[in-house]
C-alpha cells in the first residue's frame, strides 16, 4: 500500500472504530477487513486508542433476566449440562454436610451480587485454579481449570489474605477437579478493600504450623464481581 | 490503581482463555465481570433499556462463540469486549428506529452530562484524558457524541446546529491530533 493508501485506511479504521463511519461505507469496509491484515491492523490500532474511553461510562448491572437467554442461546443452560450439575449438586451437598456447613440454599442461583473471582493463573499467563467466592452461601469453590503442575509428594494449600491479617487457610487444593471450602465468618463480616488468595506448596495434608510453610507459588486478587 | 486494572485485566484475559476451551464456569464470571461496564455503555448508545439487553445478550453470545479469536488479537481484553459491543450497537442503531429518549429513565443513563469530566481509571485512559483536554471544546464534544452516544456526522451536525462539512472536518482532526498525541 502506498502512502496515499496508508493514509487513506488509517482514517477509515479510525472512523470505523469511531462509529461515524455507516451506512453501505461501514459495510464495505467490513468486508475489505475480512481480506486485509494490514487494514485489521489498523482497526485494532484505534480500538486500544480509543477504548478506554469507555471506563468513564458508569457500569450498570443488567437484569437477571440476560443471563438466563445468553445461556439458553448458547447451550450454557442448566439443561444441557444437567449430568454434570447433578453430580455437581451432590458433590457440594456432600460437602456442606461433610463440612458441618448449612448453606442457606444450594439453588444454582443466577448472576447475584456480591461475588468475588480470581483466576490463579501458572506460567505465560495460564488459568490453573477459577476461585468464586459466594458470600450469600459463604463459600469459595475451586475449580482446576488448566493442567495443574503435579506438586509430587506434596500438597497444594489455599490461603485466603486479607489487610492487616496473616493468612488463613482455606484446605487444601485438588490439582484436578474441584473443591469448596467454607469463608470464614470474620472475612464474611469485615470484608472490604483488597482481598487476595495465594496457594503455597505443603507437606502432604498441609501445613503443620497453620501458617505458609512452604513457597508461595502463586497469588490472585479477588475480585469483586 | 494501575496494579488492580492490570491484575483485572489478566483474569480477563484467563476467563476468555477458559471461555475458548468451553469453561462454562468462566463464562459466568467473565458475564459477572463484563457486563455492568458493557450494560452501561449500551444504554448510553443505544438510549433503550430493551435494546440494550438485546445487543448485551448479542454480544456475549459472540464472545463464547469467538473466545478463540481474542488470543491471537493480541489487544486487551476490556478492548476485544468493548469493540465487539460498540459494532453491535452500532448495527443496532442502523436497524432500529431512533431511540426514543423518553422511554428511557434519567437515572438510567449513567454519566450522560460530562463524559470526559471524570477521573481517569487507569493508566491507558489517564494519557487518553491528557490528550483529550489537548483538543478544542467542539472537536472533543463532536467526538463524544460519536463514540457515547453512536450518532453519524449528519446527526452530529444537527445536534449542533453545525453543517455537515465542518463537524465532519472536526472529527477528521481529532482523530488525527489525538494519534499524534498518543504516539508523543
Redesign the interface.
Known amino acids: 500500500m502506498n502512502y496515499t493508501g496508508e493514509r487513506l485506511a488509517?482514517?477509515l479504521a479510525?472512523?470505523y472504530?469511531?462509529?461515524?463511519l455507516?451506512?453501505p461505507a461501514?459495510r464495505r469496509f467490513e468486508r475489505l477487513l475480512e481480506a486485509h491484515p494490514v487494514l485489521r491492523a489498523h482497526v485494532?490500532a484505534w480500538?486500544?486508542?480509543?477504548?478506554?474511553?469507555?471506563?468513564?461510562?458508569?457500569?450498570?448491572?443488567?437484569?437477571r433476566?440476560?443471563?438466563r437467554?445468553?445461556r439458553r442461546?448458547?447451550g450454557?443452560s442448566r439443561g444441557v449440562?444437567g449430568a454434570w450439575r447433578a453430580w455437581a449438586m451432590a458433590a457440594s451437598l456432600l460437602a456442606a454436610v461433610l463440612l458441618g456447613y448449612f448453606s442457606a440454599s444450594l439453588l444454582p442461583g443466577p448472576?447475584a451480587a456480591p461475588?468475588y473471582?480470581?483466576?490463579v493463573?501458572g506460567g505465560h499467563?495460564?488459568?490453573l485454579w477459577?476461585v468464586?467466592a459466594d458470600v450469600r452461601r459463604g463459600t469459595l469453590s475451586v475449580?482446576a481449570?488448566?493442567r495443574v503442575p503435579s506438586p509430587g509428594r506434596h500438597s497444594y494449600q489455599l490461603w485466603l489474605l486479607a489487610k492487616n491479617a496473616p493468612p488463613r487457610s482455606l484446605g487444601l487444593l485438588p490439582s484436578s477437579g474441584s473443591s469448596r471450602h467454607p469463608l470464614p465468618r470474620s472475612w464474611l463480616a469485615g470484608r472490604r478493600g483488597?482481598v487476595g488468595i495465594a496457594v503455597s506448596l505443603e507437606p502432604p495434608g498441609g501445613s503443620p504450623t497453620g501458617r505458609p510453610t512452604g513457597p508461595v507459588l502463586y497469588q490472585?486478587?479477588l475480585?469483586r464481581? | 490503581m494501575n496494579d488492580r486494572t492490570g491484575s483485572d485485566e489478566r483474569q480477563l484475559d484467563a476467563l476468555l482463555a477458559a471461555c475458548a476451551g468451553g469453561d462454562r464456569e468462566a463464562f459466568r464470571s467473565l458475564y459477572r465481570f463484563g457486563s455492568p461496564r458493557l450494560f452501561g455503555l449500551l444504554l448510553r448508545m443505544l438510549g433503550r433499556r430493551d435494546l440494550a439487553e438485546d445487543v448485551l445478550q448479542e454480544v456475549f453470545v459472540t464472545v463464547w462463540n469467538r473466545a478463540g479469536d481474542f488470543r491471537s488479537s493480541r489487544g486487551s481484553a476490556t478492548t476485544w469486549l468493548t469493540s465487539i459491543a460498540r459494532n453491535r450497537a452500532i448495527d443496532a442503531l442502523r436497524k432500529s428506529s431512533r431511540r426514543p429518549l423518553s422511554a428511557v429513565e434519567p437515572d438510567e443513563l449513567p454519566g450522560r452530562a460530562d463524559p470526559f469530566g471524570e477521573v481517569a481509571l487507569d493508566q491507558s485512559s489517564a494519557r487518553l484524558g491528557e490528550c483529550l483536554e489537548l483538543l478544542g471544546d467542539d472537536y472533543r464534544h463532536s467526538l463524544a457524541l460519536a463514540f457515547f452516544e453512536g450518532l453519524s456526522h449528519s446527526e452530529i451536525a444537527e445536534r449542533l446546529g453545525r453543517p455537515l462539512g465542518t463537524v465532519k472536518s472536526w472529527i477528521r482532526r481529532a482523530l488525527e491530533s489525538l494519534r499524534g498525541c498518543l504516539e508523543a
Do not use: F, K, Q
Open positions: 488509517d482514517r479510525a472512523e472504530v469511531l462509529g461515524t455507516r451506512g461501514r485494532r480500538e486500544e486508542r480509543l477504548g478506554p474511553m469507555a471506563a468513564r461510562v458508569a457500569p450498570v448491572r443488567p437484569p433476566r440476560v443471563w437467554r445468553i442461546a448458547t450454557t449440562a448472576p461475588s473471582a480470581a483466576v493463573t499467563g495460564r488459568a477459577l468464586t475449580r481449570v488448566g483488597a490472585a486478587t475480585a464481581g
